[in-house]
């Protein structure tokens, strides 16, 4: 495994200089950004319904004014549960490492991050009963946060979007070595690679952290 880790980088490391150059010179895929734009556009929030969350965006304490609870990441899942008002009511079902912890997470055992709550808001959530990962012994709590989001930039449809990211990181992510998909790598592969440096200012902020949270989901290992 190390063996064949270290020859991908040998060949990767000889290709870089020609690489970079060429990935400079491309755009940022605005299509990708219009593509995603017009998913959001044709996504109509009710009761019940699943919906990812396309950028960083605050989830809020209350149906009307500025105080958040926390900040969702690009790729978050919340499940619609009122429309009526302005923002909508939702909900986001996840899971924490430690009690008063600000990460919440979406799988049981992988550290793929969908919220971010305020220190207030940690201290306030209950986790449920912790539960050891037998591989590790780290302990996970399933949590359970309600808030509200302002509407627009979120999209139930997981298969069209999943189309898009795949179409994102053919786009993005083969002019310097191969495409790789989802199941290539592990979650915690998936987000130490992309945060190296060779990765910055590829994509903007939101379209990298949803492409991220999309080959984590689909990461070679699943939690427990
Ligand atoms: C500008 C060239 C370039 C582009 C474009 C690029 N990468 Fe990389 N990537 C590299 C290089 C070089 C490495 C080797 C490790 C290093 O130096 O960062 C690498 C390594 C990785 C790794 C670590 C695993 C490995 O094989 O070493 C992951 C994961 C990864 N890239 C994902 C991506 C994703 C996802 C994209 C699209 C958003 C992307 N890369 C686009 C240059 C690039």
Redesign the pocket.
Request: glycine share 4%; proline share 0%.
């Given at each position: 495994m190390r063996g064949a880790?270290q020859g991908?980088?040998v060949v990767?490391?000889a290709v870089?200089g020609f690489?970079?150059l060429a990935?400079r010179a491309q755009p940022m895929p605005d299509k990708v950004g219009d593509e995603l734009s017009a998913l959001a556009a044709a996504t109509r929030p009710r009761a019940g319904l699943h919906l990812v969350v396309l950028t960083h965006r605050p989830l809020f304490g209350n149906a009307a004014g500025k105080d958040a609870i926390g900040t969702l990441l690009p790729g978050a899942e919340v499940v619609v549960l009122a429309t009526s008002g302005k923002r909508l009511r939702v909900r986001l079902d996840g899971w924490q490492q430690d009690a008063g912890a600000r990460a919440v997470y979406a799988r049981r055992g992988l550290r793929i991050l969908s919220l971010a709550l305020t220190p207030e808001a940690a201290q306030q959530v209950r986790p449920g009963v912790g539960v050891p990962d037998p591989a590790t012994g780290t302990v996970w709590r399933a949590v359970r946060v309600t808030g509200w989001l302002d509407p627009g930039g979120l999209v139930g449809a997981a298969d069209r979007l999943s189309r898009v990211m795949t179409e994102l990181?053919g786009e993005?992510?083969g002019?310097?070595?191969a495409t790789r998909p989802a199941g290539a790598?592990t979650a915690y592969?998936?987000a130490g690679?992309?945060s190296?440096?060779?990765?910055r200012n590829?994509?903007d902020a939101d379209q990298?952290g949803l492409?991220l949270h999309w080959?984590q989901m689909g990461a070679s290992d699943k939690g427990f």
């Open positions: 880790t991908v980088l990767v490391t870089f690489c970079a990935a990181n993005a992510c002019s310097c070595h790598f592969q998936w690679g992309m190296s440096s060779r990765h590829l994509l990298m492409l080959l």
